[in-house]
């Protein structure tokens, strides 16, 4: 699998909400989207919604 990583989402739907969870080794994007830990703040916007260069 490559370094972007289709995360594990989980919904409530009495309340009608989903969040996606992330592996313990991966940052957790405003997106949605998971990637591996390392390549946050590495200077590439690898989360596509540069959540990952603070």
């Known amino acids: 699998m490559g370094w972007l990583s289709p995360p ?3 919904c409530l739907t009495v309340l009608g ?3 996606a969870v992330c ?6 994007c405003d997106n949605g989207r998971c990637i ?3 390549r ?3 200077g590439t916007d690898d989360c596509g919604d540069l ?3 603070p």
């Open 8 to 10: 594990l989402v989980l």
């Open 36 to 38: 591996e830990s390392g």
């Open 51 to 53: 959540s990952d260069e």
């Open 40 to 42: 946050y703040c590495d």
């Open 23 to 28: 592996r313990l080794s991966e940052y957790s």
């Open 17 to 19: 909400y989903c969040w």
